[in-house]
């Protein structure tokens, strides 16, 4: 097992540290919208929501905010709609060792909502998820995904995600090992993840990390659509060695608390 998956790294944090900010913003102005009942989160990849040097991961993160909301506007005698939290793992042993943390943290009580914890493989669930999102009336979905690698994610699931506009999604992807491959002995998953944003020979060949990055928020940006934002906050884990969070959503609200989020993080520029 990777020393990023035990152990929360700078990168890691920087990029836990963005969707804290995010989630005070997004889940404060959804729970006080009086056009919004319900907010649904999904996390797709979730992990085990504890590092072996004590950093937090993202279902810890979530359950907390929620959590303070909760009996904030309880101590205020104001009603809200629930929470619905939906973390899944295809590791069995860290949805075990994160059922713990919950119970152990008192993280969850059933007056916030419903809290659902699966194993399913990332294909499924997020099959699952979109069928769910597609049923949402006045309720608000945040679905965050942070996978081990990007061989199973497309563009194709941001899209169905977004389709309804009921949605945002921040998904983190590996850039720097992307890039790295970009040139030459570009893997087969790469290819396939670039030919569905736009035509091989169509891509241009990055000179840095950044260029790299750069040219898929402007693929992603083109192939959703005007209809839709696209945002991202590069993280530096290096000389030249950048990863990043894409963020998509269809509402401009949205769109500015993510700015919001990435200034405060970093006054000078805004991007990570």
Aim: hydrophobic share 35%.
């Amino acid at each position: 097992m990777k020393n990023s998956q035990i152990n929360m790294l700078e990168h890691s944090e920087a990029k836990i540290k963005l969707l804290s900010l995010y989630m005070d913003r997004f889940l404060n102005i959804l729970n006080r919208s009086k056009y919004v009942s319900d907010i649904f989160i999904y996390d797709l990849f979730c992990g085990e929501g504890l590092y072996n040097n004590g950093g937090e991961g993202s279902p810890v993160i979530f359950l907390k905010k929620i959590k303070n909301i909760h009996f904030s506007n309880k101590a205020k005698k104001t009603s809200t709609g629930k929470f619905h939290c939906f973390f899944n793992d295809i590791d069995k042993p860290k949805l075990k060792k994160l059922c713990e943390i919950i119970d152990k943290q008192n993280l969850y009580y059933p007056e916030y909502g419903s809290l659902q914890i699966t194993s399913d493989d990332y294909r499924i669930v997020l099959q699952k998820t979109i069928k769910a999102i597609n049923q949402l009336k006045n309720e608000k979905a945040f679905v965050f995904i942070d996978p081990y690698g990007y061989k199973d994610v497309r563009a194709e699931d941001i899209k169905s995600l977004l389709r309804s506009g009921k949605s945002e999604v921040l998904l983190f992807l590996p850039t720097q090992n992307m890039f790295r491959f970009e040139k030459k002995s570009t893997p087969e998953s790469l290819k396939a993840f670039i030919s569905e944003l736009v035509p091989p020979h169509e891509w241009p060949k990055s000179e840095t990390g950044l260029d790299f990055i750069e040219t898929l928020v402007d693929k992603f940006r083109n192939y959703l659509g005007s209809s839709y934002f696209v945002d991202s906050f590069v993280i530096a884990r290096g000389i030249n060695q950048y990863f990043c969070l894409f963020f998509f959503t269809s509402h401009i609200r949205g769109f500015e608390k993510m700015l919001e989020a990435k200034w405060k993080i970093d006054k000078e520029e805004g991007r990570g």
